[in-house]
């Protein structure tokens, strides 16, 4: 009667998980197309809030109440757009999706195209001929080549009076114009736009590789491995470094029962009840270490498919890694003499210093136990001895040739600091 009830009760178990798994698959394979509606939605969305927005342009209504709340309705839609796309793009790769759906594709990047740029004024609507024209006027990455082009010839030029001198006047020229304040307004709202855009794609560069590469490993990846391995009865143990371990724990275990007995503490009065509780510690301890084994070889299929996922994000948002570059620019360049020379010599005393060789190691036999592979102490050394010394030229070559032109001031503060 009881193995009737454990029966049934495992059927049960069984046809939830196959349901859960077939429901789970259909949900992956309709993700393209889900998520294609999704962005097609927020699409249709914006093109209403144009309409709504040109209406209200008709009544005597405050103006910037206005401009604010299409603003914060246009940043709300364009992240749900890009998100979606971006997701129907990496699983359409994956997934081969051939479902003919290229007018909502077209009239998206329509959408993504109209807005690809910082709006001074959100009256920029359905009129394309003027919003070309004014994002070819504020398209932040171009005018951030520009920035760069006319810092590095700055830099570069030399005349009979301080760079800073003329720097100076051309402020003292900018702050007598009349439109300085809506310059001022515009260059913060692009640096805001770029910042933005920068924050959302560091956001998915970090969450959609790791959610893509949990998600195989715990539903897919991991079942199918164990399974395969006890079917075929693989060996416990991936290399020797783990079979020691194991045995090692074995013989502690062996050492504290003996010490136990000896102060009285647990009394085993027969050899049988001492060698039982030692094959008991023996089956729990080959459990663990096939579970650690699956879990390893998992893992390298998993950390793979993150990084081809990382891959494909980073090539889908190739704006968002300009804005990312641009935010770093800034954000360097931006800091004072005595920052600067305090990053670069925490980054080179921590990777490149003389207590670095200690950090790398436990990296690197951190990363060959994540992956279940024996660490190589041989190579683990001849990489100590090597990749350090390039990150440490290829620092040195980025400080004389790119920090020195562009702040010598803090070339002479790092200087300082390491005498």
Same mark, same amino acid.
């Given at each position: @009667? ?41 699409? =249709? ?23 604010? %709340? ?62 070309? !024209? ?37 402020? $003292?020229?900018?702050? *007598? !114009? #009349? ?24 956001? +998915? ?13 715990? &539903? +897919?990846? +991991?079942?199918?491995?164990?399974? %395969? ?7 416990? &143990? =991936? #290399?020797?470094? @783990? ?13 504290? *029962?003996? &010490? ?51 891959? =494909?994000?980073?090539?889908? #948002? ?31 005393? @921590? ?15 951190? +990363?060959?136990?994540? *992956?279940? $592979? ?5 190579? $683990? ?13 290829? =620092?040195?070559?980025? $400080?004389?040739?790119? *920090? ?12 300082? @600091? #390491?005498?």
């Amino acid at each position: @009667m009881k193995n009737t009830w454990s029966n049934n009760k495992a059927e049960v178990i069984l046809d939830k998980l196959v349901t859960y798994s077939q429901n789970s698959y259909q949900w992956f394979v309709n993700t393209p197309t889900r998520a294609l509606d999704k962005a097609y939605l927020a699409a =249709l969305t914006i093109k209403s809030l144009e309409t709504n927005y040109l209406a209200a342009q008709g009544k005597e209504v405050n103006n910037s109440a206005i401009i604010s %709340y299409f603003q914060a309705d246009l940043d709300k839609y364009l992240a749900i757009v890009k998100v979606n796309l971006a997701e129907f793009k990496v699983s359409r790769f994956f997934l081969n999706h051939h479902q003919d759906c290229w007018s909502k594709i077209i009239f998206i990047e329509d959408i993504l195209h109209q807005y690809r740029s910082d709006l001074v004024e959100p009256t920029i609507v359905p009129d394309v001929n003027a919003i070309e !024209k004014q994002h070819r006027k504020v398209e932040p990455y171009a005018s951030r080549e520009d920035d760069s082009n006319k810092i590095k010839a700055v830099t570069e030029k030399t005349g009979l009076l301080p760079r800073s001198l003329g720097r100076t006047f051309n402020k $003292i020229k900018t702050d *007598l !114009k #009349n439109d300085s304040e809506a310059d001022i307004i515009q260059k913060f709202r692009r640096e805001r736009r770029v910042t933005q855009t920068a924050v959302k794609c560091i956001f +998915l560069l970090i969450i959609i590789p790791l959610i893509t590469q949990q998600t195989f490993k715990q &539903f +897919l990846l +991991l079942p199918s491995i164990e399974q %395969y391995r006890e079917a075929h009865n693989s060996a416990i &143990f =991936l #290399n020797l470094e @783990m079979k020691e371990e194991a045995w090692r724990k074995l013989q502690d275990f062996e050492e504290e *029962l003996k &010490f136990d007995n000896l102060i009285g503490i647990d009394t085993l009065t027969a050899p049988e009840i001492f060698e039982e509780k030692l094959k008991e510690k023996a089956t729990e301890l080959a459990q663990e270490f096939r579970d650690q084994s699956n879990n390893a070889i998992s893992n390298v299929f998993a950390d793979l498919l993150g990084l081809i996922t990382f891959i =494909l994000v980073a090539l889908a #948002n190739k704006r968002g890694i300009a804005a990312i570059k641009g935010l770093l620019d800034n954000i360097m360049y931006g800091l004072s003499d005595s920052a600067k020379a305090f990053l670069i010599i925490l980054f080179t005393d @921590m990777f490149v210093g003389f207590h670095s060789p200690h950090g790398w190691e436990v990296i690197l036999e951190g +990363l060959a136990n994540h *992956l279940g $592979i024996q660490p190589n102490h041989s190579a $683990i050394f001849l990489f100590i001895a090597t990749f350090p010394v390039i990150l440490d030229t290829i =620092l040195k070559y980025w $400080i004389f040739r790119y *920090l020195n032109r562009i702040s010598p001031s803090a070339v002479a503060t790092l200087k300082n @600091m #390491n005498e």
